[in-house]
């Protein structure tokens, strides 16, 4: 599996080579098609299949279950990427020309332009009480 490719067209993909595989005699079982989809997985997938392998016994488990339970992962790991592309930041260095010394100024800019919510006021808090702790440090080196 490509890393941005989704589970619909890797299966598709899979089930090309395996109805290939078929018409040149070579036949396999549905566990060894579950054992194959399991380790062409990307690494980001690997927690799923641990547990898949833990928890399952895949000889019993059928090939449209295990493409279920990659689909609801799949939709899992891209709300989490959504939600960590909204909260990040941007901290730009720029030097002052009027102090002799090295300090160093910090600006924080938001990715997004949403309302500020109780979660991110929390976090813009926070990021820039991290931004006047860089400041000050920098400031006594």
């Known amino acids: 599996m490509e890393e941005n490719e989704s589970i619909q067209t890797m299966f598709g ?20 098609h579950i054992d194959k989809l399991l380790c062409s997985l990307p690494r980001k997938w690997r927690p799923q299949v641990t547990t898949l392998r833990a ?6 488990l059928s090939l449209e279950e295990l493409i279920g339970l990659f689909k609801v992962h799949e ?28 300090s160093k100024a ?4 938001e990715a997004s332009d949403e309302s500020c919510s109780e979660e991110t006021c929390d976090s813009d808090d926070e990021i820039s009480f991290l931004s006047r702790r860089i400041h000050s440090m920098m400031k006594k080196k």
């Open 13 to 32: 993909r899979f089930q090309t080579i395996v109805n290939e595989l078929s018409f040149l005699g070579r036949t396999y079982d549905n566990f060894d």
């Open 55 to 60: 928890s399952k016994n895949l000889e019993k």
């Open 75 to 102: 939709l899992e790991l891209q709300q989490d990427d959504v939600g960590r592309k909204q909260k990040s930041i941007a901290l730009n260095v720029q030097k002052t020309k009027s102090t002799p010394s090295s």
């Open 106 to 109: 910090l600006k924080a800019e």
